[in-house]
């Protein structure tokens, strides 16, 4: 390194301003939407569930045959896993230096993709199954 | 990691602060992350069992209902409104507001009477509904 490093940077990458990261504040804000939209979802939900705490199976089947029911059901587990893998990145990050990364990672991604599409399943079997 | 032993000064580890609620607030949002994280297993396997049928939705019921599984709905339910209500602060402190020391530490502490608070309430309705 010798005289101004910041000769070495051409116009474009100033202009991205996405440092050596290579992503922005993607992360950052997607983690805040996604938390805006889960408050929305988590007050529905709670809503839902202390109403159908006790009620029998057919009561259940019946009400996820409402599509707004369906549709709102079905936004809580795309809003969450996508937050949940963002938090966990952090905390992966924050903790974990060794080899354990990459492979924690990825864990985290496929878990989160697992739960959305699981939920996603159900949900769409409970809505236009028989 | 750099295996370099330098003189360099390290920050103190965790047992050398004093006790803060901002400090306890902070841990126990990422402490309620995780666990929101983990429970959502639970939450996937109310929706398989429904969508399973009668029989596989009776052993999920059954469960839920059993003194565990309300212990955890309990518990996870705080967690959640906790979470959400730390979630709020952040959004405060992202627009700039409410970051002096004394403003934080208020803020910390009526995060934990609002998540306890309306715990509470959300059980005091699921019992008389
Ligand atoms: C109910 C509404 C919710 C709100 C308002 C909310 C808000 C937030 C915010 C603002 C952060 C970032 C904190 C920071 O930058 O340090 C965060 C982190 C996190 N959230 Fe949420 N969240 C909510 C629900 C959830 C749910 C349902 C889950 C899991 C299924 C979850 C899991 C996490 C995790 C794992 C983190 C990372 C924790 C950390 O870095 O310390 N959140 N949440």
């Known amino acids: 390194m010798s005289a101004d490093p910041f000769k070495m940077r051409t116009p474009l990458r100033r202009v ?14 997607l983690q805040r939407m996604t938390a805006l939209s889960n408050i929305a979802l988590i007050l529905f939900f709670v809503v839902f569930l202390v109403a159908m705490h006790d009620e029998p199976y057919a009561v259940v089947r019946e009400a996820f045959r409402n599509p707004i029911i ?3 059901v079905a936004l809580v587990p795309v809003s969450f896993s996508i937050h949940m893998r963002l938090g966990m990145e952090i905390v ?9 990364k990459l492979p924690l990672r990825i864990i985290n991604t496929f878990f989160a993709v697992l739960i959305a599409a699981a939920s996603l399943f159900a949900i769409a079997k409970l809505s236009f199954g028989a | 990691m750099s295996d370099t032993k330098s003189a360099r000064p ?6 050398i602060y004093r006790f803060k609620p901002t400090m306890a607030m902070s841990i126990v949002h990422r402490v309620t992350g995780v666990g929101l ?3 959502t297993v639970f939450f996937v396997w109310w929706l398989l069992a429904a969508a399973s049928g009668p029989e596989a939705f009776s052993y999920a019921s059954a469960f839920f209902g059993s003194i565990i599984g309300r212990l955890f ?50 059980w005091l309705i699921v019992w008389i509904v």
């Open chain 2, 73 to 122: 709905l309990f518990v996870y339910s705080w967690v959640l409104l906790h979470h959400m209500f730390g979630g709020l602060r952040h959004f405060v402190w992202d627009m700039g507001h409410a970051i002096t020391r004394e403003q934080s530490t208020l803020a910390a502490q009526a995060t934990l009477v609002a998540s306890l608070a309306s715990t509470l309430l959300l």
């Open chain 1, 70 to 72: 369906g549709l709102l």
């Open chain 1, 16 to 29: 991205r301003g996405l440092g050596v990261s290579g992503s922005g504040t993607e992360h950052f804000w």
């Open chain 2, 10 to 15: 390290l920050s103190p580890h965790l047992s």
């Open chain 1, 92 to 100: 992966i990050e924050d903790y974990v230096h060794s080899t354990w």
């Open chain 2, 37 to 39: 994280y983990l429970g």
